[in-house]
């Protein structure tokens, strides 16, 4: 494929992005991404929202409600995203299943170069990897999303590679990684010492705003500046914590001042917990679905690159982008108010 560069485009071009579309604006990983756009003072940000929608959102944030599902829902969603460079895709798990996908096509009709497809997590691009999206149960919707960007023929893709979202999973159920933090209860798997990789929806804000806050394309063949092209139809890969349970639990600790004694601590197979989520999908498929979801990650045979308990520094984009080494405890704190508050 031949370079593109900045020199080369026709009058008019900006080399940066200016103008970019969220949906979900008011959700767990959507109001971060909107904050840290905003705080760049880089872009005008568009939220998607539904029409009637109560949600609240960040302020500078710029809105357009359209009706997915009337007679003329498509030529609402290409009117509302024309001139936009960016399409970013939040969704929520409750969304209707098409719902990526009439917004992939949207966007390719309105001819916005990038988009991120729904999909925040892992991912395997290759072939002979497609048994480990298969048995991740995430991997594989997250590539058949951006397979769809591509079959449109429009838009590139670029997909945030960040493995589950720490403080989300650490308060969110015991579905999660198994934490009841008001009650002070946890279930690890297995013995509890697997680490993975884990990320703040914050980090994730950042990597996505430092990203967009780049050079669009190379000046010409001789600039070496990090460019947003660089990620075209590439994952950014984000990373925050390499830790096991027990890692986590010591956090907690920690933070609540308690210890072992202080905690119910029980423990169950990864692979048996994948196998109870997958079965109790056939009566209660969206919950059950993170229950093997989470246990996946964890299987002793290995099926995510954010399962491996060392990484090489050329594999994560942390370093590139700039963004900064993490404090877990405070990670945990936040996790531990919300939890705190949500019981109120």
Not at 88 to 96: E, F, H, V, Y
Not at 163 to 185: A, C, G, I, V
């Amino acid at each position: 494929m031949t370079a593109k560069y900045a020199k080369d485009q026709s009058a008019g071009f900006t080399n940066r992005i200016e103008r970019i579309t969220i949906v979900g604006a008011g959700g767990t990983v959507g109001s971060t991404i909107v904050e840290e756009l905003l705080a760049t003072g880089r872009h005008t940000v568009t939220a998607l929202t539904r029409p009637g929608s109560t949600n609240s959102l960040p302020a500078g944030l710029k809105t357009i409600a359209v009706s997915y599902d009337s007679s003329d829902g498509e030529a609402a969603l290409v009117d509302a995203l024309g001139g936009q460079q960016v399409l970013i895709i939040c969704l929520s798990p409750q969304a209707a299943p098409d719902t990526n996908h009439r917004l992939v096509v949207a966007a390719a009709k309105a001819g916005v170069p990038y988009v991120m497809p729904n999909g925040w997590g892992w991912l395997w691009l290759d072939d002979e990897e497609k048994e480990k999206r298969i048995k991740s149960m995430h991997g594989e919707v997250v590539y058949q999303n951006l397979k769809d960007v591509e079959a449109q023929g429009v838009s590139s893709w670029i997909c945030v590679r960040c493995s589950f979202w720490y403080e989300f999973s650490l308060y969110k159920s015991e579905r999660n990684y198994d934490f009841t933090l008001p009650d002070k209860k946890v279930t690890f798997f297995d013995d509890g010492e697997k680490k993975i990789w884990t990320t703040t929806t914050r980090q994730v804000g950042r990597a996505v705003a430092k990203l967009f806050s780049l050079k669009e394309l190379p000046e010409d063949e001789n600039d070496q500046d990090l460019t947003v092209a660089r990620w075209k139809n590439r994952p950014l890969v984000v990373g925050s914590f390499n830790v096991s349970q027990r890692d986590m639990l010591d956090s907690v600790h920690r933070v609540m001042g308690t210890t072992d004694e202080d905690w119910t601590i029980t423990k169950e197979s990864s692979v048996a917990r994948r196998e109870r989520g997958l079965k109790l999908m056939a009566t209660d498929p969206s919950h059950r679905f993170v229950l093997a979801l989470y246990a996946s990650i964890f299987l002793p045979d290995e099926v995510s690159w954010f399962g491996k308990a060392t990484f090489d520094q050329e594999e994560v984009d942390n370093q590139l982008l700039g963004l900064p080494k993490e404090d877990l405890d405070e990670a945990t704190k936040r996790a531990v108010d919300i939890a705190v508050k949500m019981r109120q």
